[in-house]
């Protein structure tokens, strides 16, 4: 079995800073990409950011040159710093990850339970 533990959520004023952190654990063989999304009231949820194994980064153009993702893959986790927070930052953000889980030949998507970021004007 496979978990997602996210972490860092909370208050901020607009302008301000956050640092998101989850950790994969379980029965895990390996993992390609590990992300992060977003979900406000009413929206579809949203691609944040993500990075694979290999290095490779996407961001949603509305976070470019303010949010951060790193990955430390030896602890199976994934970061995401924000900064220059705006109001419209506001959401639940979910951890993500594509990984392969032992005696399995296929790749699965994972999700983290959630957590709340909240960026006041």
């Known amino acids: 079995q496979v978990q997602l533990v996210e972490s860092g959520g909370g208050l901020v004023q607009a302008g301000g800073s956050l640092r998101l952190s989850c950790a994969a654990s379980g029965n895990i063989f390996s993992i390609n990409a590990m992300g992060w999304y977003r979900q406000t009231p009413g929206k579809q949820r949203e691609l944040v950011a993500t990075k694979t194994s290999g290095g490779s980064t996407n961001y949603a153009d509305s976070v470019k040159g303010r949010f951060t993702i790193s990955r430390d893959n030896a602890k199976n986790t994934v970061y995401l710093q924000m900064d220059s927070l705006k109001p419209e930052d506001t959401g639940v953000y979910y951890c993500?990850?594509?990984?392969?889980?032992?005696?399995?030949?296929?790749?699965?998507?994972?999700w983290g339970q959630g957590t709340q970021v909240t960026v006041s004007s």
């Open positions: 993500n990850a594509a990984l392969k889980v032992m005696g399995l030949a296929y790749e699965y998507e994972y």
